[in-house]
């Protein structure tokens, strides 16, 4: 949504080709050491390979395709994830916008029905922005989902850039998702430096060991390093 700085030890790339005088295709790669997702790991806290591709268009309308491996160590047999979504975004007047639509597909799951789709909306004015996702059947068939969210992000001395986050997850059928519903944060450090992007992240949400999956450490919080590079 999507995609606020990704937790983990990234290694990203950019390519960017220009299709006319008013589009743009762009590309990217990224390994990373554990691919997190609303506050949780989406890949068993192991290392995740990324990449997509994004299309742009002056007038406000982008598309394109996001990847990444992924681990629920549950027997489902899901090992990627692909993401495509299509949106519109503007400003008026200092206030920026977008609508996006999202479709996650998860290709070989087996255990449950992985794929949903999401709606989401966002605001952004200055240093402040804000959004409310919405689906209408969520991950593993838990019915509807609401995440509003809100963010902070600051320029502060030496190029550095502070970005926080904090959203709380609705979710209908809890069982099945197998969490409660939930609040989950994070708080970013980044920098240019040597011609590399460089981000600390800490990252967290508010369930307990025991309402995590039934036991697990994919709910807790840790801190994560990213550094990537444009080509």
């Not at 080709?17 to 390994?31: K, Q, R």
């Not at 087996?110 to 240093?127: I, T, V």
């Not at 099945?176 to 944060?185: E, Q, S, V």
Request: with cysteine; charged share 20%.
């Amino acid at each position: 949504m999507r995609h606020v700085i990704q937790p983990g030890l990234a290694l990203i790339g950019g390519l960017a080709v220009s299709t006319s005088l008013f589009a743009e295709v762009s590309a990217n790669v990224a390994l990373t050491t554990d691919y997190i997702f609303r506050g949780i790991s989406q890949s068993d806290e192991h290392p995740a390979i990324q990449g997509g591709f994004d299309y742009t268009h002056d007038a406000g309308v982008f598309a394109g395709v996001w990847g990444s491996t992924v681990d629920f160590d549950d027997g489902g047999q899901a090992s990627m994830e692909l993401d495509y979504y299509v949106g519109y975004g503007g400003e008026y007047k200092g206030l920026e916008y977008e609508l996006r639509y999202t479709y996650y597909d998860y290709p070989g799951a087996s255990r449950a029905h992985y794929d949903y789709q999401e709606l989401g909306a966002k605001l952004s004015y200055q240093w402040l922005s804000g959004g409310l996702t919405f689906s209408d059947d969520y991950f593993a068939e838990s019915g509807s989902y609401y995440y509003p969210w809100a963010g902070i992000d600051l320029e502060l001395p030496q190029d550095f850039a502070l970005g926080v986050r904090a959203g709380y997850n609705s979710i209908d059928d809890n069982d099945r998702f197998g969490t409660d519903d939930y609040l989950d944060w994070s708080v970013s450090i980044t920098k240019s430096y040597l011609e590399l992007d460089w981000g600390l992240s800490y990252v967290d949400t508010d369930l307990s060991k025991e309402d995590c999956f039934g036991g697990t450490d994919l709910c807790e919080g840790r801190l994560v390093l990213t550094v990537g590079k444009a080509l």
